[in-house]
């Protein structure tokens, strides 16, 4: 069938699509013929597998490295029944400004595991009497056979009292009772795998209650959803932290998590490499417990302590010194002079607020360029993907089926029209002194999500203070030592201020880690955030490279959507289906 991609489809004609792709794949699958397997896909097509074909994660560009991937897995796989999934009609979608396909998702299976997965179908042309081709497809298993997550009800988890431990125990210990970890432990809990949640501060979501007083989220509602449990419809579309800790909070009750607050892994936990044990003391309120775990799951933060720098000086200073993390507003700074050292969301948002609260004077340190995108363009992208209406699991499937290194191409295709959006927004800025970039390659704001975690902000009304000059900026200098009233620029210029907060983020978790376990333990583990050399996000949820430990970051989609494999890999090794290295 030819088809002419400016005109409208019928659902039979996207029906007819995917059939004749499908019969394409199929016959591929049951040949083990891995050539004809990567002929379903254009030539520089994109191929993403989580767990099918390997234990790996995996994201491959082109044809010919998918069949260098297939080559000696594809007969291995023993895939099964590949068919469309009829709960998800095939749809017109678009990826890019020049790039319409024929979304659809997929239901497979192989001898020990059932799979999900999502493919995009290029249009043919009228002219075009080729075969149809996938610009992208993606493939994950969902299930092991016998051993589905059970998703009907709550299942009830295992309450270890902090006194005498039963003889068994929880089989997962998980460090942090935020969104990453509290998922994974409802996650694991519906796989019937037993977890209990170690939290150092006093309530959940005290993680959220101690920010800066007026951080909201820049992401709707949707985007947030936690696992099995949607938001009232009358929540707010942007969650302002204290509103979101109050739900983590409920989130933990009603799903009937095992939550130690006031709690912390004692130093030096230890593995056993022949047993697949830890052993493992909790400090829970001063109570000594110990356990004996076959995983531990670090759910805590990438981020590790505040990176506070030290500058000569800062003892004679007799203003104020602080952290973001211990700015408590700006009412106490009223009528004040102060700089904001930083130019992310944080050190944006603590600007305008203290403006909002009266602030004398406040300049923004602007050290290197920053990247700035504005709420409006920002929710444009985001919210048609996350509707209220829509079904939260084949959002999931269609955002995650792509590659990260696909969505670089994107951003860079749509660089145009992006900083057209924000045009007026960046010729302002530009001229208040704000060194602007678009990602040290063009690709925007996103890639700089999954590479640093920082380097930009969304504007919610900073950059308007800074073209009117209430936030003034100053770019290109380091403080390089404080005076009594005040600091002295690397420069040589010098001004006086009442106070100065540093936004200038964290050192990583590792760091926290190494104290907490052997140094050599640590080492061995996988990088903590960035992109690997698969052109994967390093966000954990899959083996660290230590035995028993495993990492769980992220933001609450991350979590919510690869929270699966990390319990299918916790399984797996249950089963024996994967040996421990």
Request: charged share 25%.
């Amino acid at each position: 069938m030819q088809v002419n991609p400016g005109k409208r489809f019928s659902q039979e004609d996207l029906q007819y699509i995917c059939e004749a792709w499908l019969a394409r794949l199929v016959d591929a699958v049951k040949l083990s013929d891995f050539d004809a397997f990567a002929g379903c896909l254009q030539h520089d097509g994109w191929f993403r597998d989580l767990m099918t074909f390997s234990w790996e994660f995996k994201s491959l560009h082109g044809q010919d490295e998918v069949k260098a991937y297939l080559e000696h897995s594809l007969e291995k796989a023993e895939i099964l029944d590949v068919r469309l999934d009829e709960s998800y009609s095939p749809r017109i979608g678009h990826f890019g400004p020049t790039r319409t396909v024929v979304d659809a998702a997929l239901n497979f299976e192989t001898a020990r595991a059932l799979g999900k997965g999502f493919v995009r179908i290029c249009l043919p042309g009228e002219e075009d009497s080729r075969s149809p081709e996938a610009f992208a497809l993606f493939m994950m298993i969902s299930d092991w056979k016998g051993h589905e997550e059970l998703v009907q009800e709550v299942s009830q988890g295992v309450h270890l009292p902090s006194g005498i431990m039963n003889d068994k125990g929880p089989d997962v210990v998980i460090v942090g009772a935020g969104q990453a970890g509290l998922q994974v432990a409802a996650r694991l809990q519906q796989m019937h795998i037993s977890a209990i949640l170690v939290e150092k501060t006093s309530r959940v979501g005290d993680s959220w209650r101690r920010h800066y007083p007026t951080l909201t989220l820049h992401t709707p509602k949707m985007f947030n959803t936690l696992l099995y449990q949607p938001y009232p419809t009358n929540a707010p579309k942007f969650f302002p932290k204290d509103w979101l800790a109050s739900w983590l909070e409920q989130y933990a009750k009603v799903q009937g998590l095992s939550v130690w607050t006031d709690s912390f892994l004692e130093h030096s936990p230890t593995y056993d490499e022949v047993d697949g044990k830890w052993d493992l003391v909790v400090n829970k309120k001063g109570k000594h417990i110990r356990l004996r775990p076959s995983h531990v799951v670090i759910a805590t933060s990438i981020h590790g302590k505040p990176n506070l720098p030290l500058i000569p000086g800062s003892d004679a200073f007799q203003g104020q010194i602080l952290h973001s993390t211990a700015y408590e507003g700006g009412q106490v700074f009223s009528g004040k002079s102060l700089i904001v050292v930083g130019t992310g969301n944080t050190a944006a948002d603590i600007c305008q607020d203290l403006v909002s609260n009266g602030a004398k004077e406040v300049l923004m340190l602007q050290r290197s360029a920053s990247a700035v995108v504005s709420d409006k363009y920002y929710d444009s992208r985001i919210s048609p993907l996350y509707r209220d209406d829509s079904d939260i699991n084949y959002v999931d499937l269609a955002s995650f089926a792509m590659p990260i290194e696909s969505l670089r191409t994107l951003m860079k295709e749509t660089q145009d029209s992006r900083l057209r959006f924000d045009k007026e927004l960046r010729e302002e800025l530009d001229k208040a002194g704000f060194v602007l970039n678009d990602g040290p390659d063009g690709s925007g704001h996103l890639l700089l999500i999954y590479e640093r975690a920082g380097g930009y902000f969304v504007d919610v009304g900073c950059g308007s203070l800074i073209t009117n000059g209430r936030v003034k900026v100053k770019h290109g200098s380091e403080i390089c030592r404080f005076t009594t009233h005040g600091v002295v620029f690397s420069d040589g210029t010098e001004v006086e201020v009442d106070a100065v907060v540093f936004a200038t983020g964290w050192t990583s978790i590792r760091y926290d880690l190494e104290m907490t376990f052997e140094k050599e333990m640590i080492d061995r583990t996988m990088k903590i955030w960035g992109i690997d050399e698969s052109g994967e996000l390093c966000a954990g949820y899959r083996p660290s490279g230590q035995n028993g430990l495993w990492y769980a970051f992220g933001s609450f989609n991350i979590a919510r959507f690869y929270s699966k494999q990390l319990a299918l890999y916790i399984k797996a090794i249950e089963l024996g289906y994967l040996v421990r290295k």
